[in-house]
């Protein structure tokens, strides 16, 4: 079973910045990415960035220059740095890995993050 605990959530001003990082844990076999996407309310969730084990990045172009996401390998952690924050970025940020011969999708219960204006 494999479980991905996320933190870092919270209210921040627009221009502001807030740190996430979601730890993974339990029977993790063969990573192919990890990452975050958004569900903001009423709208379908989203990609935000993701991130390979060899560090190959990808962003949605609505983040590029503000978001930065890394990872740790042997950890199995992955934090999204996010400055210069909007109201738009407004949402429920949850946490994605990717792993296994299939692929199979495993989330995060979700982190909120509002930015008011």
């Known amino acids: 079973q494999v479980q991905l605990v996320e933190s870092g959530g919270g209210l921040v001003q627009a221009g502001g910045s807030l740190r996430l990082s979601c730890a993974a844990s339990g029977s993790i076999f063969r990573i192919v990415a990890m990452g975050w996407y958004r569900q903001a309310p009423g709208k379908q969730r989203d990609l935000v960035a993701t991130i390979t084990p060899g560090g190959r990045t990808n962003y949605a172009d609505s983040v590029k220059g503000r978001f930065t996401i890394s990872r740790d390998n042997v950890k199995n952690t992955v934090n999204l740095q996010m400055s210069s924050l909007k109201p738009e970025d407004t949402a429920v940020y949850y946490c994605?890995?990717?792993?296994?011969?299939?692929?199979?999708?495993?989330w995060g219960q979700g982190t909120q993050v509002t930015v008011s204006s």
């Open positions: 994605y890995l990717g792993a296994g011969w299939s692929t199979t999708d495993y």
